[in-house]
């Protein structure tokens, strides 16, 4: 008799279904998708030159390259980044990022490595 009522209860719970896990699935997905927004938050890298200087971002996670090339005065790139990036160059002097709303000038001339975080 028992066997009989744990198959009837089987077979109506596959029938009707249980109303809370799409909720409990649905709460789980909106927390993910809230925590995945935050954690790929994107910002904007703006470069420009002053004179004629090589640049190349790279991320840091993989060495994926976002921008390679030379920039000449008065040229600019704008890149979206949502992750930290290493920005290589070889003219300092005659480069100016804009990061996060603050722009910055390398404090040296020549060839250096910056990290942007």
Not at 6 to 14: D, G, H, K, N
Not at 54 to 61: A, P
Not at 89 to 111: I, R, S, Y
Request: glycine share 6%; hydrophobic share 35%; aromatic share 4%.
């Amino acid at each position: 008799m028992k066997i009989e009522q744990i198959t009837l209860f089987a077979v109506l719970s596959l029938l009707v279904g249980c109303a809370t896990t799409p909720e409990v699935q649905t709460t789980e997905t909106e927390e993910v998708n809230s925590s995945l927004q935050q954690v790929e938050q994107v910002e904007t890298l703006t470069i420009r030159a002053s004179g004629s200087v090589y640049v190349l971002v790279k991320t840091k996670s993989n060495n994926e390259q976002l921008f390679r090339g030379t920039l000449g005065d008065g040229d600019n790139t704008t890149l979206e980044v949502d992750e930290p990036v290493d920005v290589l160059f070889t003219a300092g002097e005659h480069l100016v990022l804009e990061w996060k709303g603050e722009e910055m000038k390398p404090n040296t001339t020549g060839t250096a490595k910056l990290t942007l975080k």
